[in-house]
Structure formats: structure tokens, C-alpha cells
């Protein structure tokens, strides 16, 4: 077998792996202030989650999950996002019935089955958070704070936008897509192939194609999904924008958002950027009061959002924004000299280890040069080094790796050091 992942798969090494992680970490402690508790899900369902709560005529049911049939006879799929799993999970456990209202995050790997580019992964990591049991305005506005002081806690809220629309419920919806339609219809020949399958069933997602001849003849229909709207839906939109001025957070009104999933009303929203090309949302989400019931639940109204991971560490990498790069963490390297050292040079770095200390060492007898060079490499700041003559002395040297200065001290002395503060102090 030949060792190769999948296409459009990543192995993430150190430091990539920790700027990750401190992703999470922060965008996790800004939701906890909001309230929001952590849910995992499991990355398999049964494909009925998927294909019911995404709906049948999505490109991912359609065309993007990794489903496939278990031992046991189950149609089972990799999840493609979390929302429809968390859903499944607040009606499985009857959540409703514990808390009148329900905040959840989560996190992990998704899966969908796409054309590779950059900023689009065929397993990629979102961060979540979805709110039932509201249906007020205030909810949005609340779930949509939270995202913003997210990216602005991370030092990006200078280069994403966020844009907003509203979708309506169902049956405005459909009046919208009829009009489209007919609007579109007399030039479908004039529209990407993918566009002309769409046009039949899922009109909407024509206005976020970004096709040079598609955008051209969308940009020419006349009215818009806000000509669609009811009067409650309309209402719900103005509550939310005055809603987002009162808390100071820039948006900006886009009828071509529509969202790529079935399951949205009202409310639909996408942080995007401007750096990243042609897969410029870097978060999104919406409103979706009918979810729940119709995966099998109590009428639940619900609001959420997902972040795209890889594509928030590229934007802070584009951008240059260090404020989430990992800390570097000091390093000792012990270096020994000699076959008796050596057992002493692995009982020293275990001890320091203990104290919180992170600690290399080499298990092989090298030469000396070979492991300075090695200090010099993974960044120490000290080097404990022992040879035979230091272990008759009971002592130890200690290196200040950026000054090349040298002392001696009596082993004993490192029973003592509490931190690397304490080599510092030393030399
Ligand atoms: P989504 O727009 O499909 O929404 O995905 C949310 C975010 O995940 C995107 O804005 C993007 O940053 C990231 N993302 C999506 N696909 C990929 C990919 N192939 N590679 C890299 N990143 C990707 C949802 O998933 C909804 N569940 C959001 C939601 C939660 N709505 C309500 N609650």
C-alpha cells in the first residue's frame, strides 16, 4: 500500500495544529460568555439526518456526502456540517423539556466531497453554535454578537464583512423562486451548466453563482427576495438591523445571500472576506424555525452559525494577524556526555518535566557538538550538559544558549528550579 492520504485531505503538523486549537480555545471561551455549552456529536449518522434536515435537492445530499452502507445494513454518512447532528441530538434527549431556551457549541471535522481548492478541504474543521427555543429578533442579533466579538477577538473584524438578508418563510420563498424562474427561464441557455440544473430545482442558488454570464443576468432581475417578504418577516429583519446598530456591528443588507441549505428561515447570514478568493465566507448562518419539527421534534425555533477553521487560520495568515500565533515556549535541552550521564540526563529531564518544564534530551550516546547543535536548532534557551567529570562533581553546567555563556552548579540546586524563570536567574 502506498502511503497518501486522500485528495483534498490534510495532515496539520506543529505549529499549524496549535494555532488551531487556540482558535477553538478562544472562539469556545468567547461563546461560554454568551452562555453556550459544549455538545459533541458523533461524526456518523444515519444519511436520513442529512438528507432530511439538509434537504434532498442541496448540492451536498445531492452530490457531496461520504455515505456508504455498514456491516449491519445501515446507510450511514460522514457528517458534512453539525447542525442537522445537533438537531437530531436536541430532539433525541428531549432538550426542549429541560431549559425553555438551549445554547450548544460545537467543533470538528466535516466532510464533504467537493473540488479541492484553497480554502475549500474535502475534510475540513468548523466551529458551531446553535440557539432553540427563540424567536425573537434579539436571539439573532445575540447569536450574531457573539460571532463578531469572535472575529474580533482573534483581530480580524478589520478584514471580513458582515452581510445579511432575510429568505422569508417557505411560502414567500417559493412565490420568489417562481418569479425567478419565469424571470430567468426565456435565457436559461445563457446560464452555467450547473445553473440550468438549478433552475429547475433550486432557483435561488443561481444569485450566489459566481459565473461571469450567470452574475451578468441576475444582475439584471428586477426586484428581489425583500419584494417577497411578509409583513412579520420584514419586521424581523428591521428588529434585527436596528438591533445590530444598537450593539455597533457593521453589516451590510446583500438579497444574494441565499444560503446553499434548505433549512433556513428568515434570517440568513455570511462573515466574508475579500483576501481569501473565490470561497470568501469565512462563517455563516441563519434562522431555522422549521427544522426541528421536521426531523421529528416539538415546534422549536432556532438560530446558528459555523465557522470555517482552515479558512480563518488562512485569513490570519494572509493577513498577518499574529495575535493567535502559539506562544513560543521556552525549552531546556539536557546534554550528556558519556554512558553514565546518559541515565542521568533522562532522570534530570523527568524531573523537570514534573515541574511543568519543557524538556529534550537525546537517547542515544552523541557527540557533544551533534546535540549542541540540536539545542541550537529546536530554539533552547538553556542547556543542562553533564559529563563524567561534572557527575564526580556532583555538579552541572549550565549554558545560556543565546550568550554562550557557561557555570557551574551543584546538582542538587535542581531540585530547586521551579520554572525556567530560575535559569534565567541563573544565567
Ligand atoms: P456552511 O456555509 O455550509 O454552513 O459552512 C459554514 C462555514 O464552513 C463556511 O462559511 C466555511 O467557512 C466553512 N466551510 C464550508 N465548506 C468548507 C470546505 N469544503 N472547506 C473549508 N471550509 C468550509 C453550515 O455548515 C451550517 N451548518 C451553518 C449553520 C449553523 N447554520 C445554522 N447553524
Not at 31 to 37: A, H, L
Not at 55 to 62: C, F, K, L, R
Not at 237 to 262: C, F, H
Amino acid at each position: 500500500m502506498k502511503a497518501t492520504r486522500l485528495h483534498g485531505f490534510k495532515d496539520l503538523f506543529h505549529p499549524e495544529t496549535e494555532k488551531l486549537r487556540l482558535v477553538e480555545s478562544k472562539t469556545k471561551e468567547v461563546f461560554g460568555r454568551f452562555g453556550f455549552s459544549e455538545i459533541i456529536i458523533p461524526i456518523l449518522e444515519l444519511s436520513g439526518v442529512y438528507s432530511t434536515g439538509l434537504g434532498d435537492t442541496t448540492d451536498i445530499v445531492q452530490k457531496e456526502m461520504y455515505t456508504f452502507e455498514t456491516k449491519g445494513g445501515e446507510r450511514v454518512s460522514m457528517r458534512p456540517e453539525g447542525t442537522a447532528g445537533v438537531v437530531r441530538a436536541f430532539i433525541e434527549h428531549s432538550l426542549h423539556r429541560k431549559s425553555p431556551v438551549t445554547k450548544l457549541y460545537y467543533s470538528g471535522e466535516m466532510f464533504r466531497h467537493e473540488k479541492p481548492q484553497e480554502g475549500r478541504q474535502r475534510s475540513f474543521n468548523q466551529i458551531g453554535a446553535e440557539l432553540f427555543g427563540s424567536r425573537d429578533p434579539l436571539a439573532d442579533s445575540e447569536i450574531i454578537a457573539m460571532l463578531w466579538l469572535a472575529i474580533t477577538e482573534l483581530g480580524l473584524s478589520d478584514h471580513v464583512e458582515l452581510e445579511l438578508n432575510s429568505i422569508g418563510k417557505p411560502a414567500e420563498r417559493e412565490r420568489y423562486k417562481k418569479a425567478l424562474t419565469d424571470f430567468l427561464s426565456p435565457n436559461k441557455d445563457s446560464l452555467c451548466e450547473n445553473c440550468q440544473n438549478r433552475l429547475g430545482m433550486n432557483p435561488l442558488r443561481i444569485l450566489d453563482c459566481k459565473t461571469g454570464t450567470c452574475r451578468e443576468m441576475t444582475s439584471e432581475i428586477p426586484f428581489s427576495i425583500r419584494d417577497y417578504l411578509s409583513e412579520q418577516s420584514s419586521e424581523h429583519l428591521d428588529a434585527l438591523t436596528s438591533s445590530l446598530g444598537e450593539k455597533s456591528i457593521p453589516y451590510r443588507l446583500n438579497p444574494r445571500i441565499v444560503r446553499g441549505l434548505d433549512y433556513y428561515t428568515d434570517t440568513v447570514f455570511e462573515i466574508t472576506t475579500d483576501k481569501l478568493g473565490s470561497q470568501n465566507a469565512v462563517a455563516a448562518g441563519g434562522r431555522y424555525d422549521l427544522l426541528v419539527e421536521r426531523m421529528g421534534g416539538p415546534e422549536t425555533p432556532a438560530v446558528g452559525f459555523a465557522m470555517g477553521v482552515e479558512r480563518i487560520l488562512l485569513l490570519l495568515e494572509k493577513t498577518g494577524t499574529r495575535r493567535n500565533s502559539p506562544g513560543k515556549k521556552q525549552l531546556v535541552c539536557v546534554i550528556h556526555i558519556g554512558e553514565e550521564a546518559r541515565g542521568e540526563a533522562a532522570r534530570i529531564a523527568n524531573d523537570l518535566r514534573k515541574k511543568g518544564m519543557r524538556v529534550e534530551t537525546e537517547y542515544e550516546n552523541k557527540s557533544l557538538k551533534s546535540q549542541m547543535r540540536k539545542a541550537n536548532r529546536t530554539g533552547a534557551a538553556h542547556s543542562i550538559i553533564i559529563g563524567e567529570d561534572e557527575l564526580r562533581k556532583k555538579v552541572f553546567l549550565l549554558r545560556n544558549m543565546r550568550t554562550g555563556e557557561e557555570k557551574a552548579f551543584p546538582l542538587k540546586k535542581l531540585a530547586d528550579l521551579r520554572g525556567h524563570g530560575d535559569f534565567r536567574k541563573l544565567l
